[in-house]
């Protein structure tokens, strides 16, 4: 089989700027073109190396630990770590895209390259869409722990729901709604409530306070039980934007 050396490494040069540059976009990196392109070069040259003896995994693995240093520098370990792990999930995501095309889509080599290249920037550019989207749902969950008058304690996942605009008429505390299998027969109020498809009154206790993990302790608020399925996954309760400053 016949190979273009300056082709392969055209190629590689281009897809590790466009694996650079996803994760600078869905990880909001600063960096510059400079670093990028300089990042990108140096994995089109280590791909040459897989024409050689040399371990593929070690390369690989060294090659990406070195461009995420040159693209977007060094904090801490953490902020490394979590470079390369992106760098390396989106590099697997393209390699996949290649076994599943086995990269003959034409007779002619610079045609072939052309496609994947244009496959390779639609997968890649609604796979940071879909994954940015994931995370900013994941960033609203939250750890709540309920403590009540008599010292017992709920843990529950929460949900923030900047649709959620409920306060007490009275006193003006926000309200977050749980799921009504952890009801209590407590001293309750009733707080009317109007959304547009609907309007009632909702059974509220005073909770003795409120843990919201990331946030603090937060003593002003009310708990209303609803009786409506919460159909967001895995969440017990409803959080209130307001509850959230710390």
Known sequence: MRIYIDLFFLFNVIMDAIITISVAILLKRRTSIFRIV???ILGGLSSLLIFTSLNKIVIEMFTILVMVFIAFGYKNMKYLL???FYMYLTSVLIGG??????????DNVVISYLIMLIIT???????????KKMKNIYNN??????????KEKIKLTGF????????????????????????????????PYNTISD?????????????????????????????????????DVILHKDLMKG
Request: glycine share 4%; hydrophobic share 40%; charged share 25%.
């Open 199 to 235: 309007s009632g009154l909702l059974k509220c206790i005073k909770p003795d306070i409120i843990f919201i993990e990331g946030i603090g302790y937060k003593s002003n608020v009310l708990v209303a039980f609803s009786d409506k399925p919460i159909l967001i996954d895995g969440v």
């Open 121 to 131: 920037i639609e997968v890649v550019t609604l796979y940071v869409k879909e994954l």
């Open 141 to 150: 969950y939250y750890k709540v722990d309920i403590y009540f008058k008599d």
């Open 82 to 84: 979590n470079n390369v």
């Open 38 to 40: 300089s990042s990108s």
């Open 97 to 106: 895209i290649f076994y599943l095309f086995n990269l003959k889509v034409s």
């Open 160 to 191: 923030v729901d900047t649709g959620n605009n409920l306060y007490d008429p009275y006193k003006k505390r926000p309200i977050i709604l749980v799921s009504d299998k952890y009801y209590r027969d407590d001293d309750f109020v009733l707080v």
